[in-house]
Structures are given as C-alpha cells and as structure tokens.
C-alpha cells in the first residue's frame, strides 16, 4: 500500500512539476525578452540571457511613450474602484440572500443564478447602447458602473454567509448592534478570506479585460494597458521588445495583489464562515 501511495505521489508531482515548468518558461522568455533588443527577439533564437542586455525597452515605454503611464492610472483607477464596490454590494446582496426574509428572495436568486449562465458576449451590445443612451461612453463610469456587481461573486457571498456562525450576530444583536451595524463591524471583518479571494478574482478580471475597453473607450487617452499594449503591434513592424516590457510592467500590480491576499485565498475558496 506505501509502494502504491509513493508511485501516485510521484506521478502527481511530475505532473506538477511538469505543469510549472510548461507556465514558467514563456514567462522567463518573455521577462529575458523586455532586456533584449528588438533584432535580437525577432533573430529567432530561443535564449533566456540577452546577448545585449538593455533597459531601453523600459525607456521607451515611462519617457518616451508619453501615454503609458495614463493608460496605467486609468487601469488602476477603473481595476481598484471596482474591486472595492464589488467588495461592498456583493458582500452586501450574498448577505442579504443569505440571512434575511424579503419578498421576492426566491426568486432573486433565481434570477441570479439565470445571469450566471448568459454568457458575458451577448450582453455587449446591449451594454453598448444603454452607454451611449447614457453618454458614458469614453468615460471611467462606463467601465466602473456597469461592473460594481457580479452574480458569480453574489452567489459565492451567499454561500460563505449561509455557514457563517448565527452566534455571532446573535451576540451582536443583544449588545444593541443593529442589522447594518453588524454586518459591518462583525460579519465584514470575519470574512477577510471570502473578501480576499473575490478581490483577486475581480481584479484580476478587470486588469486583464481587453473586449470592454475596446467597446467602450474611443479616445487613446482613454485606453487601459490592455489596449495600451495592442498600440506596439503594427501593420508590418510589431515592437515585441516594447510589448514584453509592457507586459512585465503590467503583470507586476497582479502579482503583487496575489502576494498581498494569499495567505486568505485557500481559505476564502473553501467558503466557511469559522475560524
């Protein structure tokens, strides 16, 4: 039986090891890549040391790239004001479902769980013209408004909530909290692990997102980094030695928010509400 849990053991951590090598080596490439020259990349030579080492590539996107370090604020602007608003009104809505009677509960959360399986593409067009009747379009509240709420995240509140210990409102209550006045001051603060995990999943959903900003954004000085970086790509020249520094910049603010809420990531999946 040890022999037969070794070998599984073994053959998982291959798998393992095999699956970090296969998601490391495009990203060490492409790391190496923003310290390469331009001819170099496209020489088409597979090394992970630049013959030439150089911090032009980094240069040319701060000094010389006027618009980069806009296109960052507006990805960190429109990325942490909707992180913070999803926080609050998806705690607030998985709360609501979670704990308290209202007419029309059932259904609510039916209707939720309906937008959890219409995929994001067909309400584009929709979202477009409701913007453009709005005149939100080029703006940072067309980004942010449409995207403060997510059913997926509302759903998943609901579920953390649902197990989060009743004694601890209860106890809360008889000290003279109101309802708000708990959810606030106890509920809130003991769930940092579910808060956690949806603060990088909606992050990283609205750091990464391309197909949005694209609809939504006409102006360049508008243009979130993901736009930003499709501005380096021509019609015949591709500037792929811009591109990958970009590309490590813009990587950076994610790994950093992953660092930062690791340590509640596991636990906030597991969606309990005890310690």
Known sequence: ??????????IVYAILILYAITTL????????????????IVSGTLSFIPKNFTLDNYKQIFIEQELFPRWMFNSVLIAVVGTALNLLFNSMAGYALARLSFPGKKALFIMILAVLMIPAQVTMIPNY???????????YQGMIVPAMINATFIFMMRQFFINFP????????????????????????LARPAL??????????????????????????MFTLPLGLNTFKGQYVSYW?????????????????????????????SFTGGK
């Open 129 to 139: 013209l409701i913007l453009k009747e709005l005149g939100w379009l080029n703006s």
């Open 196 to 221: 956690a995990a949806q603060a990088i999943f909606v992050f990283m959903g609205s750091w990464n997102d391309f197909m949005r900003p694209l609809i939504v954004m006409t102006d360049i000085e």
């Open 25 to 40: 080596v495009p990203f060490l490439w492409a790391l190496s890549s923003s310290f390469k020259t331009l001819q170099e």
């Open 166 to 189: 009743k004694e601890l409102e209860e106890a809360a209550e008889m000290d003279g909290l109101s309802r708000l006045g708990t959810f606030f001051k106890i509920v809130l603060p």
């Open 241 to 269: 030695n811009y591109i990958m520094a970009a590309s490590m910049v813009f990587t950076l603010p994610v790994l950093l928010i992953y660092a930062f809420f690791n340590r509640y990531f596991i636990k906030g999946i």
């Open 1 to 10: 039986m040890k022999k037969k849990l070794g070998a599984g053991r073994i």
